[in-house]
């Protein structure tokens, strides 16, 4: 299983910015994903998940501002964000639930500029 994320970059509060990450191998193409962000000194922690169902939710800090989508025949997750905040900054990953294990990406970094 191999996740490519991309998308990330450097923008200014309130811009927006749409993160994509490619599925490869041996990952369903409604497998559970998620987007995770890691701030410089802070721990990894969960933005947005989408369910197999297609469920998608969201922590409270983007809530209304981020949507999470996917595209099952191109095996791609997105996340878009808008009204994005300084506070956004961090690199950001997607992870796959694939064979019983956790598959993640590499990561791409996402600067917002106030």
């Known amino acids: 299983v191999q996740l490519q994320a991309s998308g990330g970059g450097l923008v200014q509060a309130g811009g927006s910015l749409r993160l994509s990450c490619a599925a490869s191998?041996?990952?369903?193409?409604?497998?559970?994903m998620g987007w995770y962000r890691q701030a410089s000194g802070k721990e990894r922690e969960l933005v947005a998940r989408?369910?197999?169902?297609?469920?998608?939710s969201y922590s409270d800090s983007v809530k209304g501002r981020f949507t999470i989508s996917r595209d099952i025949r191109k095996k791609m997750l997105y996340l878009q964000m808008a009204d994005l905040k300084p506070e956004d900054t961090a690199v950001y990953y997607c992870?796959?639930?694939?064979?019983?294990?956790?598959?993640w990406g590499q990561g791409t970094q996402v600067t917002v500029s106030s």
């Open positions: 992870k796959g639930y694939a064979r019983g294990y956790d598959h």
């Open positions: 989408i369910a197999s169902s297609g469920e998608a």
């Open positions: 191998g041996f990952i369903p193409s409604t497998a559970p």
